[in-house]
Structure formats: structure tokens, C-alpha cells
């Protein structure tokens, strides 16, 4: 077997090695075996066991998730076990077993082709996710017909997950498998939303392989460097002891970050910053304080939609605030709220599908044009904000109108309360995100009517330079140091300093040392990241003076392009202080 090296995009730092499992559907058998009318009922019990098994086996994992991730993830597993009690989807394979004489293997596929084409005769987004729960759930009865397991699954070794593209939901229902420590895909981008829930759950990845899952066989070996980017198949016996010394001195430095966690946030000229951590998940908070995160700048509400089949109710956004706003307490959490539309669509929401979602319909423009949905969700935030510790948080405002409309639904939503008598923090802060290019270039009206301002980077690179943000082809264009983000991103925050309002960078930008050094002498002192880069942002930014970050950005800023802006900072802050980026050497 010949050693392979790929590169991809790493997404996720660290380093795993192990078999490969990939994330394959099963191939239903299309071979149509006729049985003797005896065998009926062994074939009928063979069906009952593997159903039997299948129950067993998503009890199990729907228990693992919940202790590995928390409740709000183990949904899944509750409608797969409904799609299995069904007892129209039993009778329907005991009826073709019994009427056509066949093995249940192909049983099974009959059932699932006429599902399928249930489905489809829909042609509805909704009845496109059932069609592939009902597809997961057949594929697992099919693979226990054999009570043998396959060789990945019965092995007690860690497996690294290889697939084409995954969704959001279905990592969550892949990493259930105890043993999954790594992630390697054929598809994607930095900020796509599998890469932040990868980082989140600390599984090293990387995306953007084009063909690893053709690469790939079951049970190769392979190592994945989610820092380097890079995915290594079949390694020879020194690679493999490279990266595993590799993967030691990783694990040293994770220590090394914890103590720095501890550490004060103050420049060398002792001006304080401020970092926070952007999440997932309500079970995150504790993982990001212990990254020496001083609050929650930025908590995806859209997983609460992840969570269910249905609209969550007032009652089910408000349990997730409550917990989060205890867990936080006395800190801030910034809830943001529902941004779907682009990647991030949701079956039970029944979107029309739109030419091009990343200027359709998405975020903030949803959430005006459904009301009742959003209503619910802002009720729930504000009663979730007795304990002040709560700030209100809205994606992708294009134009100030967006924030009047959202300021006379807040005053109509506190009436409503107050006469209900329900308690909530009369001034809760309201804040916009800042990620379309219009919104930035008229910064100055919208930060009048709002109490901060929180720059998305993510998408704010994304519609300034015309670059998709998860595709990979593009990827080399997505560039934070391009000229014209650095402007609008530097007219924001100056804007912001001038009329005295908070502003915060809550993009992956915020998390590249380099970057929150310019973003610092720019004006900014509060930043927002996925946790596990606070450690190295907090080295960076308490290495340098403010003052030499302000003088080499005024400069840069005059630049023609984003490599001469790199080049131009590194050498800059170097030249007075040679450990800025000491840290981020040691890991890259
Ligand atoms: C952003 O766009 O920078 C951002 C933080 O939001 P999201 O990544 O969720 O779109
Ligand atoms: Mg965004």
C-alpha cells in the first residue's frame, strides 16, 4: 500500500490518527432472491432481529450523544426510533417477504425505493430530510440482518470519519460513534458550519480534499493534521512516528494554552482587551471559560432548530436562554437570532428553494418576514434577560429601516410583557450584526439607533469581495486583509469609537493573531472566536504596545493588497516585539 499525502483546508486544529471509516449509505441489494415458501419465517425473524438490533443500537447512541454533547443533540435518535415503532414500515416488510417469496435484504430495498419515490412525488424540503431519516433507519436494519459487525464498527480503535460532504446533523450523529476522533472531507470551507461544530466538539479536521472519499478504503490507516491541513493515507511506519511525536508536543502546547487562559488580558502597555466566545451549543459555555473566555459573544441560536423536527414553542428558546444566561452569569451572552438561509437551511422551516440563497431570503430579512417565529424567539430572549447579563443580538441588517422595524416589534414585544407582568431587563442592549458591505459604508446611521455593533467578518468577506465562503475553489480569494475589508471593517469600529458604542469583531477573523492585532490598532477591543483560539489571540495581543499596533495599521492601511499588508504588519510588530507571534509559530 503507497503512502498518500493530501492537502486540504484544516479547520479544526490538532492532530488524530486512526482506520478509516467512510460515511457510506448502504447499497441496497437489487438482486431479487426468491425463497421456498418454509423459509418465510426465517426470513421474517431475521427482519424482527435486525429491527430488534437497530432499536438496541440507537438507545445507545442517542445515550452517548446526550452525555457527550447534551440533550438538545439526542433528538435525532428520538425520530429515528419513531420512523422504527412505525408499525406501517414493519407490516410493509413482513407483507413482501410474505407475498413475493424474497430474502429481506430485498424486502428492505422495495421498501426504501417506495419510500423514496413517496418522497420525491412531494418534492418538498421538508419530506427530502424524512426521506433520508427513513433511508438511515432501513440502511441500519439492513446492516443488522448480519449479526456480524464490519470490522470498523466491532474494533475498539479510533476511527477518523472520511466522506464527501457532511451536514451539520450529521456529524453530530456520526461523532456519536464513540471512537470518531478526526474528520476528513472531500468538501467545504473554513467558515462553513460542519467546520465550526467540528472545532467546537475539539475533532480535528479538514475539508476541501476534492476526492479523499475515492481515495480512501475502509480500514486504510490515516492521520489527520487539522492544524497543517493535512490528511495522510497509509503512512510508512516513520511518518507515523513523526506525527505521532507531533501529536505529543500538540497536546503539550494545548496544556501550555489552558495557563495562558489564566493570564490577564492587557497589552504590554497595559491597555485591556477583551475576548469572548462564540458557540453552538448551550453545553459549550463551560469549555470556553475554560479557554479564559470572559463571556459569550456570540451564541448561534439556529441549533435550536437543529434540535427538532417541529418550531420550537417560546418555552423551548426560553429553557436554552435560561441555562445559557445562568451558566454566563455575571457575564454577557450575546444571542443572536435565527440566521438561516445561504448553507444554514432548516427542513421544518419549508424554505422555496432560491436561486441564490446567500442573497435571498436569509437571516434577519426571514425573521421580519415571519413575524410569528420571530416573535417567539425575541419573547423568549427578553424574558430570559432578568438577570441583565443578556444582550440581543441581529444578523445581517442591510439598511437602518431593517432596525426601526426591529425596534417597534422589541417595543411591542416589552408592552406585551409588561402588562402580562413578566419581568424582563428594561434596557436590554440591542445590537446588529455587521456583515453586509452597505450596512458598514453607512455605519453612521446605524449605530445611532443601536447601543453596539458587532462585525461579522465571515460574511462581511464574503459579500465585499464577491467570495463564497464555503466554496473551495474560491477559497484563495476569501482574504481578511484584502484592502477593501480592511476599510469598511476600520470605518466601523472608528465610527463606533467616535459616537462611544461597543463594537466587537465576532468573525474567525478575530481568532488569527495577526488579525487582532491590526483589528486592536484599529480601535477595537473587544473580539469574539470559537474558544480554543482565545489562548493564542490572548498571547499575541498581550506581547505587543497598542501604540506600535496603531502606528504600523495607520500605514498599513495605505497598502495596494492584502500580501503587502501581511508582510508590512509582520515586520512591523516584530521589529519591537519578537515573541508576538511566538505562539502561533509553535503551532502552525
Ligand atoms: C460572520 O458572518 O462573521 C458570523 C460570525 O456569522 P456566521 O458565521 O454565523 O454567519
Ligand atoms: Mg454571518
Redesign the pocket.
Known sequence: MDMIRLRGLGVSPGIAMGEALLSERVVFTSRREPIAEHQVEEELKRIQRAIERTRQELKELREHIRERIGDEQAFIFDAHLMILEDPLLLSQLERVIKEEKVRAEYAITRVNNYFQTLFDSLNDEYFQQRKTDVSDVLSRIYRNLERRKSKTEESDRPVVLVAHELLPSEIVINISRKKITAVALDMGGQ?S?TA?LARSLGIPAVVGLRNISHEVKNGDFIIVDGTAGEVIINPTPSVRREFQSKKEKYEAYQRQLKKIARLKPRTLDGVGFKLLA?IELPDEVDLAFSFGAEGIG?F?S?FIYLQRRDLPSEEDHLAVYQKMARNTHPRPVYI?TI?IG?E?SLPQLNIVKEPNPALGLR?VRFSLRNRDMFRTQLRAILKASVKKNVRLMV??ITEVEEVFELKSLLAELKAELRAEKIPFDENLPVGV?I?VPAAAATIECIIKEVDYV?????????YCLAVD?GNESVAYLFKPHHPAVLRLIHQVIQTAVREGKEVT?????AADPLSAIILLGMGLRTL?MNPIFIPKVKKALREVELKTAEQAVAEALKLRTAKEVEEFMIEAILRKHPQAFLMSQVVS
Open positions: 467558515t458550519h465550526i462564540n456570540l448561534r439556529e443572536r440566521d445561504g444554514k437571516a444578523p445581517m450584526m456583515e458587532s462585525i461579522g467578518t465571515n460574511d462581511l468577506i464574503q465562503r469583531v465576532c468573525g474567525e477573523m469574539s
